[in-house]
């Protein structure tokens, strides 16, 4: 009867659903043109898209287009619906330079409260009772190590301010400084010090380079089970118990993960956000990290010095080339940065087998090699070269457990990315794992952190992990990263998108593909527009 009434529904409890489908069951029903049940379906599936689109706003005139493309009816009605949305609170607006931005609530709420809480820790400065100069160079005597300028820099302000910035690409001694500020707010009396940073991988990374336990922004904020995800029962009323937090791989962080965040972080804390800008902007709405640098209003320091096993790195100097808009050198033959030309998608196909059967031998944990492909799906996506490489990798056998979920075989053996929160089992989307057994009812994974069993009616919380997406890899490491690069991925072939690739390499990267296609990557930089006003309210230059 609920169907009958409105098929629309349906859109909700069916995510994967097209519009058109319910829109053609609708129409069956006699719910056409500007019914109201339509036009709301309509504006609920635009506002669905805009998190996955980036925007944490739309313009109202796009908005009113891109409803008039999904509905084709009377402008005038889809105007008149949004207005008498905006009267009741369903909907907000805020207007700026002539223009009227149109926001769903959560991200009305998520964009508006980051900048305020925000703004609270930028009032005042707090210095540690620390005399910086010689615990600087004490750091630097006990580590073996000399700080650059900039670097030193970093550690003041961080010591000094409440809420600062450091961002720098690899090599410039992100995570060196990181270890400094703990030791260093230890000695100042500051010992409640939390690290963390969006995903598991990440977090790993931090707690083994700075020998200081980092968590997951999720697992430090404790999500509300079977809620919504960004729903946590740390908050304003229940703050987090600490004196410092240190966000690492900010370029991950969107708006609503970032209002939750400062949410709970107590107002006497000292918040230091450490990323490099110049990656991927993070998967949801916003780009915090470039907001805030750009608006001029947060200390901040930024690292150019390259560090990190110095220069004569070819991975760190080639991602560089990349971010300046150079090719990076695809004729060299050095063991840490290398080209392989295919000529078709066959050949393509066959070289990332070959590598990939080659490199295995060399390391002791398979988890140290990704293949990261531009996108996940079509010819060349990760989900289809993630089947290749399993059958030739991992192929079948009478020994190895195996289950065919959703028309993918999953087999003893496999690596397998999490896809989804699973409040229950502790896991989070982004987490990489081998399958170590198959039961009748369950698949057991072995993550980086715990072992789950994984009812096997719950398998779309997983994916087949050989290839995964640039967007997947961000904020982890792998020893050797194999990067197929060809035309076919066309508009994703962008500047920021294989720079962030090549930096999840720690010893060696692979590319395999055209010079082409290189070379269009490198001369392409993100026009995406994202539609938000965070850098215009945080500089006071819009009212809410």
Not at 248 to 258: G, H, K, T
Not at 269 to 283: F, K, R
Request: proline share 4%.
């Amino acid at each position: 009867a609920v169907i009958e009434d409105n098929p629309y529904t349906l859109l909700r409890v069916a995510p994967d659903m097209l519009f058109g489908t319910a829109d053609t069951l609708a129409e069956h029903l006699g719910i056409t043109g500007s019914d109201s049940r339509r036009l709301e379906a309509g504006l609920e599936w635009i506002l669905r898209s805009l998190d996955n689109q980036g925007h944490t706003c739309l313009p109202v005139d796009q908005l009113i287009g891109r409803l008039d493309d999904l509905l084709q009816t009377d402008v005038d009605d889809i105007a008149n619906f949004i207005e008498s949305l905006l009267e009741q609170g369903a909907l907000y607006s805020t207007y700026y330079e002539d223009i009227l931005y149109i926001y769903p609530p959560e991200m009305y709420v998520s964009e508006v409260e980051g900048v305020h809480y925000t703004r609270e820790f930028l009032l005042e400065a707090d210095p540690i009772a620390l005399d910086i100069p010689s615990f600087i160079e004490r750091f630097e005597q006990d580590n073996h190590i000399t700080f650059g300028d900039a670097q030193k820099e970093a550690i003041q302000l961080s010591f000094f301010e409440k809420f600062s910035l450091i961002t720098g690409g690899p090599g410039t001694g992100k995570t060196t400084i990181i270890k400094a500020l703990v030791k260093g707010f230890q000695l100042g009396g500051l010992g409640r010090i939390i690290l963390c940073a969006p995903t598991g991988r990440a977090a790993k990374r931090l707690t083994e380079a700075t020998e200081f336990e980092a968590t997951t922004i999720h697992r430090l904020l404790v999500p509300v089970q079977g809620s919504d995800s960004y729903d946590f029962t740390k908050n304003e009323d229940d703050p987090l118990d600490i004196d410092v937090i240190i966000i690492d791989e900010a370029s991950m962080l969107n708006v609503r993960l970032f209002y939750s965040l400062m949410a709970a972080i107590p107002k006497e804390a000292h918040v230091i956000i450490v990323g490099d800008v110049d990656q991927l902007p993070p998967i949801g709405a916003g780009f915090v990290l470039k907001d805030l640098l750009d608006s001029d209003c947060v200390p901040y320091t930024r690292l150019n010095q390259i560090y990190r096993q110095s220069s004569g790195n070819t991975i760190v100097e080639s991602a560089y080339a990349i971010n300046r808009g150079e090719m990076p050198n695809l004729d060299g033959v050095s063991e840490e940065f290398s080209f392989i030309p295919v000529k078709s998608y066959d050949m393509m196909m066959k070289a990332i087998i070959d590598v990939y059967k080659r490199e295995q031998e060399y390391v002791e944990d398979e988890l140290d090699i990704q293949i990261i492909s531009p996108m996940r799906r079509g010819e060349a996506g990760s989900t289809l070269i993630s089947q290749y490489v399993q059958q030739a990798v991992n192929p079948p056998d009478s020994y190895k457990g195996e289950a065919r979920v959703n028309g993918i075989t999953y087999r003893v053996g496999d690596k397998v990315i999490q896809i989804l929160n699973d409040y229950e089992l502790e896991v989070f989307n982004g987490e990489i794992g081998v399958i170590y057994a198959i039961t009748r009812t369950d698949i057991c994974i072995r993550f980086i952190h715990k072992e789950v069993r994984l009812p096997i009616d719950e398998a779309h919380m997983i994916m087949p992990a050989y290839a995964i997406t640039v967007h997947k890899s961000q904020g982890s490491e792998y020893g050797v990263v194999i990067i197929p690069f060809v035309p076919r991925y066309g508009g994703m072939l962008q500047r920021n998108l294989l720079y962030t690739a090549v930096t999840r390499a720690k010893r060696k990267v692979i590319i395999i593909g055209t010079t082409s296609a290189v070379e269009r990557a490198v001369r392409t930089v993100n026009g995406d527009e994202r539609y938000t006003l965070f850098k215009e309210r945080l500089q006071g230059r819009c009212d809410s």
